[in-house]
């Protein structure tokens, strides 16, 4: 990462029905043409939104770390 990149961190917890459609609005986003590092911090979801994850996390420029549990947003 340098300086002509941006880093969007995104915290989910069981967001099956808007997750997909809410990364996918990340990328065509122009942030003033810098690069775009995408962090998605799953918080322990158990409707179906880790296995849509499942579809991104290998796909620059998305990054995706799991909690083994709900930890709350402060974690």
């Known amino acids: 990462m340098n300086?002509?990149?941006i880093s969007i961190l995104?915290?989910?917890y069981n967001e099956v029905r808007f997750i997909r459609e809410v990364l996918d609005r990340i990328l065509i986003v122009?942030?003033?043409g810098?690069?775009?590092?995408?962090?998605?911090?799953d918080d322990g979801s158990t409707d179906g939104t880790?296995?849509?994850l499942k579809d991104y996390e290998n796909r620059p420029p998305f990054r995706v770390v799991y909690h083994?549990?709900?930890r709350g947003k402060g974690a």
Request: aromatic residues 4%.
């Open 50 to 52: 880790r296995e849509i």
């Open 30 to 32: 122009d942030f003033c």
């Open 68 to 70: 083994d549990r709900n």
């Open 34 to 41: 810098l690069e775009k590092d995408i962090i998605i911090v």
């Open 10 to 12: 995104i915290p989910v």
């Open 3 to 5: 300086a002509t990149t």
